[in-house]
């Protein structure tokens, strides 16, 4: 079945430091690739998202680009600031095949950025 | 206006009760879906319901069922709650399930004690 694989957390990073947060998937077919956001005490927001090999996704200085050659869809920012503090989940939805409509999530990495 | 609304937000409960979360959606939208979200944030699909189809996760006790009125609506019953059944519920929905993203309401953070 489908799996996401993301980087184990927390992370911790100071203002303006760059974030990578690793994130591979396998799927059948050809999946769409998504972030998802969840802020404390909140439900999870979409942040951004891909639907074929390599888009790239961005939103609010976020980056995510599809790389099916390496099943790959890493989250990067140039410069977080502590309002980025939160949990990270990379998702996929399947192409093809019954309870395809399901997003399939991995564990999340939760970020602290420090001033 | 809230696009997917859970209530209530909060339920605190005595082990072997039966009780409700309620999700409702105004999006239009024809899928809807229950997550639920364990103390290391873990998110698990428990089901989705799609124009009438139900698609149970096979790892979900047969203590919790769906329950959807119509389209708007998908409600989780929860029989005979355990202390293992603490957590955060989350309800979501989408149109359709190709390329698109999922709404997801704020969550109830159910506590079985």
């Known amino acids: 079945g489908d799996s996401v694989t993301q980087m184990e957390g927390p992370v911790t990073l100071s203002e303006e430091a760059f974030l990578t947060i690793n994130c591979t998937y396998t799927?059948?077919?050809?999946?769409?690739l998504f972030w998802y956001v969840q802020y404390p005490g909140e439900g999870l927001q979409l942040l951004l998202k891909?639907?074929?090999?390599?888009d790239k996704g961005s939103n609010k200085g976020f980056e995510a680009t599809y790389r099916k050659e390496t099943t790959s869809f890493h989250l990067e920012k140039g410069s977080v600031q502590v309002s980025d503090s939160a949990v990270y989940f990379c998702?996929?939805?399947?192409?093809?095949?019954?309870?395809?409509?399901?997003?399939?999530f991995g564990k999340g990495t939760k970020l602290s950025v420090i001033p | 206006d809230t696009a997917v609304s859970q209530t209530p937000k909060y339920l605190v409960t005595q082990m072997g009760n039966d009780k409700s979360i309620k999700c409702e959606q105004n999006l239009g939208h024809d899928t809807m879906y229950w997550y639920k979200q364990d103390s290391k944030k873990f998110l698990k699909i428990m089901f989705s319901y799609n124009n009438k189809e139900l698609i149970i996760n096979e790892t979900v006790p047969n203590r919790f069922s769906p329950k959807s009125p119509d389209k708007a609506h998908l409600n989780l019953h929860i029989n005979s709650l355990e202390l293992g059944d603490s957590a955060v519920y989350f309800c979501?929905?989408?149109?359709?399930?190709?390329?698109?993203?999922?709404?997801f309401g704020q969550g109830t953070r159910l506590t079985v004690v």
């Open positions: 799927a059948t077919g050809y999946p769409s």
């Open positions: 998702a996929l939805r399947g192409d093809s095949g019954a309870g395809s409509y399901q997003l399939t």
């Open positions: 979501a929905s989408s149109q359709g399930y190709l390329n698109t993203e999922a709404f």
């Open positions: 891909a639907t074929k090999a390599d």
